[in-house]
């Protein structure tokens, strides 16, 4: 079992940037695929980053490439997602999550993670 608890959302204006960090239980975080999600109210959990195990391998939703950033510290079991150049649209409710495999296919899907954290709201002011 992995719990997952992130941190670091808050309100940022257009432009600005934030930093969000999803700290893991357990002594198995380095196995794990990451990744991150997020979701707006009455809309399905939308796909933002991912990440392998050993962070070879990072992988974006076009509507973030070249302004997210998702890397990891597997000594200190946490992953982060650096945000800049952050718009309205980005508002919503990130979610980090856990794979027990990497599947270059799946991994923007819901259903390819095991564990979840709760969220951490990130709104975005323009």
């Known amino acids: 079992q992995v719990q997952l608890v992130e941190s670091g959302g808050g309100l940022v204006q257009a432009g600005g940037s934030l930093r969000l960090s999803c700290a893991a239980s357990?002594?198995?975080?380095?196995?794990?695929?990451m990744g991150w999600f997020r979701q707006t109210p009455g809309k399905e959990r939308e796909f933002v980053a991912a990440i392998t195990s050993n962070a070879g391998i990072t992988f974006y939703a076009d509507s973030v490439k070249g302004r997210f950033a998702i890397s990891r510290d597997n000594a200190k079991n946490t992953v982060y997602l650096q945000m800049n150049s952050l718009k309205a649209e980005d508002t919503a409710l990130y979610y980090c999550?856990?794979?027990?495999?990497?599947?270059?296919?799946?991994?923007?899907?819901?259903?390819?993670?095991?564990?979840w954290g709760q969220g951490t709201q990130v709104t975005v002011s323009s």
């Open positions: 357990g002594r198995t975080f380095s196995t794990y695929t």
């Open positions: 999550a856990a794979a027990l495999y990497w599947n270059t296919r799946v991994m923007y899907t819901t259903t390819a993670y095991t564990y």
